[in-house]
Each structure stands twice: as structure tokens, then as C-alpha cells.
């Protein structure tokens, strides 16, 4: 699977530095996040996650005893001291969105030398990658339901903040044992305006990518998010992921093939698309219906109706997560389980990484251990495909 970071080709701003020093940027009296607090004030546990863009820690609040997750930031040229772009716009997005299903930034902390930045959030127990690679089927349909619509709720409060994720998937879906989703990973999510300008359309890991971004499409908008959580409902309900392509046109055939083969009747501006229109890609025929009701028969017919509509090629045509929000299917029996009713599940991230299957990159068993042996961890360790 193509992971979507770092390849953000015509943003010519991302992947770059900020020639600025770091530590002015968040040390001392007002930086960027007010006032940060050395990392040496958390005690570190043990490796969680290995991402594309940082380290995740999970670690201990010295002075209130609260679990946190630290994501070191990777300084990309630390001799110039230079602080990534990417990180930045993640910092300063977090610092705006405030919602109960969104992951909360607590603070930004620094090391001892000031080399070391790292985001500190809340922590949660589990993320959806992990839980359903250790559970196939951890939810019944009123628990998918209610997991349904706290990530609606999380995506329609961005999207009404003028902020698109641009990364909905399974390992950035967190899930607290006190039955929460908690969106995370904003490392590519992006404020858009009107009118809108060209962005990058390789965003989005390739399994979640919309059909207009597979082609090329660089005016997209937020219904790129919702139809990565049509996939998201897809996979909760199947334990499986929907659309596991290999290469974008893998990805566009196996989409044709649950969906039926699009046309410009159906998605008008279609042919105008990038992909389309320079014969990069073409359009897989021979696919004239939507098998979509057939292929995930534990879905009821309201069920498949709302997977049918966040699924729509045209994004003009797509639900909104507000609109998924209001669909018959939350509605009709069983209904959505509440929060406090909601399963959990034994805690994955203390168990070594290996065990783990994926993303752990082979520290997450060892505890302890101060915050100056970090540059020692190998950042770039061979990462498996995450869902
Ligand atoms: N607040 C958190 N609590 C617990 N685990 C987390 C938290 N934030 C991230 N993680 C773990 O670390 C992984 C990588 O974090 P993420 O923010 O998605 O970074 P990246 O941009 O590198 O993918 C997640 O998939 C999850 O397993
Ligand atoms: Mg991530």
C-alpha cells in the first residue's frame, strides 16, 4: 500500500523547513504554544506507533500521573535547526479544533538540548488498525454504529471549520476504554477557502482515496473525508479493509468493481479530470452494477443505502458527514450503543511491537529509558503497510 506523506509534489511548501530556530519557536516565554514544558516533566513508557512523520511514546505526566502519547517531531535537517512545515500546520490546526472526538493536543514539550519537539495528547488505548488486526470483528452493528457516528461527528466539525483530513483511516482512528473514537494524525489535514485552490491529489492512503483523487483531481473538497469513512464502515462491518488496491489503477479497478463503472452521466466532469483527460489512467468498463448491497450482506438495506451514498462517485452527489449523520440508518434497530455501554479491549501497546503485527518498529516492550536516547531509536524502521 502507497503511503500518501511526504509526497506532496505541487505544495511547494510542505516538506520543507522553517529556517527559524526551533527552540524560539517553542521554548521559553510566547512561542508558538505559549509557554512548553521540558519532556523531561513526562516519563516516557514505551514505544506506540511509528509513523510517517514522528515517533509515538506512551508516557506518564510526572506531577498529575496522566498517560499521555508524545509524537516527536522529525527534524528533517536538525543541524539548521529547522522545523518542518508539516508539523507546523498539524501544531497550529490542533491548537484550533476542540472536540470530544478529536484527539486533544495537551501541550508541546522540548528536550533538554532543545532538539527534541514532541506533541503530547491525550492518550488512548487503542487505535482501529491494531484492535481489528487483534480482533476481526470487534464491533456488533449498534457498536458500528456509534463509532459510525462519532467519526461523522468529528469529520462534520472540521469540515464546518473549513478543515479537510485528507488521511481518514483505520491506524488514525483512535479508541479510549471509555468507548471513544478520537480522530488523530493531522499531519496532512489542510484549511481550505472560497474559491478553493489546487492542491496535491496524492493525499490519502491509497486503500481510503477517493475516486476524483485517484484521477487526478487537484479542486477536491471535503468529500474526499467522507468517502474514506464510507471505506472506514465498509471495514467495521466486514473486518476487512473494502478496497485493499495495490496501485492507484488497482485501486480504481477494484473500486469499478463493487461500484460498477462510473460514467459521465453519473459524474459529470469526469472526463475533464486530470487523469482522464490525459490518458494517464482510463476507466475500467464492463462493471454495470453496484455490488455493493451483495458483497456485505450484514448491512441492512438502510445500512448499505448509507454506505451506497458516502460511497458516490460524484462528489458533488456524496453525502455530507452531516448528512450521514441524519441518515435512517442510525435510526432502524439496533440502535447505536451508547458510550458507556461500548466494548473494551486489553491494551495492545503494552505488548511488544512484534506481537503487535504492525507499526510498532520494535520498541514498545521496552519501558523506561530517558528522553536523550531517542536519536538512537531508528526513525526510518521498516514500517508494514497500515490500514
Ligand atoms: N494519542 C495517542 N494515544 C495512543 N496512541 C497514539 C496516539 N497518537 C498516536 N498514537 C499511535 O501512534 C500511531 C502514529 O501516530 P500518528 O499521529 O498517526 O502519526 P503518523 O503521522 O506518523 O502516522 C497511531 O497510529 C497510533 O497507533
Ligand atoms: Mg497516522
Not at 104 to 129: I, K, S
Not at 200 to 224: D, F, K, M, N, Q
Request: with cysteine.
Amino acid at each position: 500500500m502507497e503511503g500518501a506523506k511526504g509526497r506532496e509534489g505541487n505544495e511547494a511548501a510542505d516538506g520543507q523547513s522553517f529556517s527559524a530556530s526551533t527552540a524560539a519557536l517553542f521554548h521559553g516565554a510566547k512561542g508558538v504554544f505559549g509557554n512548553c514544558r521540558p519532556v523531561s516533566t513526562y516519563e516516557k513508557l514505551g514505544r506506540i506507533g511509528q509513523g510517517a512523520y514522528g515517533t509515538v511514546y506512551e508516557a506518564i505526566d510526572k506531577e498529575t500521573k496522566r498517560p499521555v502519547a508524545l509524537k516527536r517531531v522529525i527534524l528533517h535537517n536538525e543541524k539548521q535547526d529547522g522545523f518542518p512545515l508539516t508539523s507546523l500546520r498539524e501544531v497550529a490546526l490542533l491548537k484550533r479544533i476542540a472536540h470530544s472526538n478529536c484527539v486533544a493536543l495537551l501541550d508541546v514539550a522540548v528536550g533538554r538540548n532543545r532538539d527534541g519537539v514532541f506533541l503530547v495528547f491525550e492518550y488512548c488505548e487503542h487505535d482501529l488498525a491494531h484492535l481489528l488486526e487483534t480482533v476481526r470483528r470487534p464491533f456488533s452493528v449498534s457498536e458500528v454504529k456509534t463509532v459510525m457516528q462519532q467519526l461523522l461527528r468529528a469529520v462534520a466539525y472540521l469540515h464546518d471549520n473549513w478543515i479537510i483530513h485528507r488521511d481518514l483511516k483505520m491506524s488514525n482512528l483512535l479508541y479510549t476504554n471509555r468507548g471513544q473514537l478520537k480522530l488523530a494524525d493531522f499531519g496532512l489535514a489542510r484549511t481550505y477557502g472560497y474559491p478553493p485552490r489546487p492542491m496535491t491529489p496524492t493525499v490519502v492512503t491509497l486503500w481510503y482515496r477517493a475516486p476524483e483523487l485517484l484521477l487526478g483531481c487537484e479542486s477536491y473538497t471535503t468529500a474526499i473525508d467522507t468517502w474514506a469513512a464510507g471505506c472506514v464502515l465498509g471495514e467495521l462491518v466486514r473486518g476487512e479493509p473494502l478496497l485493499p488496491g495495490k496501485t492507484p489503477v488497482d485501486q480504481l479497478s477494484l473500486t469499478c468493481a463493487l461500484l460498477g463503472t462510473p460514467t459521465e452521466r453519473i459524474w459529470p466532469g469526469m472526463e475533464a479530470l486530470p487523469a482522464l483527460r490525459g490518458g494517464t489512467m482510463t476507466v475500467p468498463q464492463g462493471h454495470q452494477y453496484n455490488t455493493l448491497a451483495s458483497r456485505l450482506p450484514e448491512l441492512s438495506r438502510a445500512g448499505a443505502a448509507l454506505l451506497d451514498a458516502l460511497l458516490t462517485y460524484d462528489p458533488a452527489k456524496r453525502h455530507t458527514a452531516r448528512e450521514a449523520l441524519a441518515h435512517a440508518f442510525f435510526a432502524e434497530h439496533p440502535l447505536p450503543k451508547e458510550e458507556v455501554l461500548m466494548p473494551t479491549f486489553p491494551a495492545v501497546h503494552a505488548q511488544p511491537s512484534a506481537a503487535r503485527g504492525s507499526g510498532g518498529g520494535g520498541g514498545a516492550g521496552r519501558r523506561g529509558g530517558g528522553w536523550a536516547d531517542l536519536d538512537r531509536d531508528a526513525v526510518s524502521a521498516a514500517k508494514k503497510p497500515r490500514r
